[in-house]
């Protein structure tokens, strides 16, 4: 797919450096339980670690004891491209930011009692969290 931000892996991981390349640029996932935005409880507005583009809103954010941040919906369906991802020997959805193609995490359709039934679990290290003024 053709992003509005394209970069050569060279350019992004002097951008990112290693870690973040790592779960951004090569689909990578960090340990559950470690991300630094797991327990944020602010309001904010959750962006991507790699290009900045808005994400997810704080109000969408809940506890789902996964492990990584969730939440129920993106700011707009078209901030964040989902693909079928076959690796793991298993089906699940990938979501990637829209406007770079860096890897997010994944999202599925467990419910958890949200408006959506959506569960999109994010890697903390793959976004950037602005909290409200």
């Given at each position: 797919?053709d992003y509005?931000?394209n970069k050569?892996?060279s350019?992004w991981?002097?951008?990112?450096?290693?870690?973040?390349?790592?779960v951004?640029?090569e689909?990578?996932t960090?340990?559950p339980?470690?991300?630094?935005?797991?327990?944020e409880?602010?309001?904010?507005?959750?962006?991507?670690?790699?290009?900045?583009?808005?994400?997810?809103?704080?109000?969408?954010?809940?506890?789902?004891?996964?492990?990584?941040?969730?939440?129920?919906?993106?700011?707009?369906p078209?901030?964040?491209?989902?693909?079928e991802d076959?690796?793991?020997g298993s089906v699940r959805?990938e979501?990637?930011c829209?406007n770079?193609?860096?890897?997010?995490?994944?999202v599925?359709?467990?419910?958890?009692?949200?408006?959506?039934?959506?569960?999109?679990?994010?890697?903390s290290?793959?976004?950037?969290?602005?909290p409200?003024?």
């Amino acid at each position: 797919m053709d992003y509005a931000i394209n970069k050569s892996n060279s350019e992004w991981r002097a951008e990112l450096g290693d870690e973040k390349f790592a779960v951004l640029r090569e689909a990578g996932t960090e340990r559950p339980g470690t991300g630094k935005l797991l327990d944020e409880e602010r309001a904010g507005i959750y962006a991507c670690g790699a290009c900045n583009a808005e994400l997810f809103q704080s109000g969408t954010k809940f506890e789902s004891d996964c492990g990584w941040p969730s939440f129920y919906e993106s700011v707009r369906p078209e901030a964040v491209e989902l693909l079928e991802d076959r690796s793991m020997g298993s089906v699940r959805t990938e979501v990637r930011c829209a406007n770079c193609g860096s890897h997010l995490g994944h999202v599925f359709p467990d419910g958890f009692g949200t408006p959506t039934g959506d569960r999109y679990c994010m890697n903390s290290i793959s976004l950037n969290f602005t909290p409200s003024k």
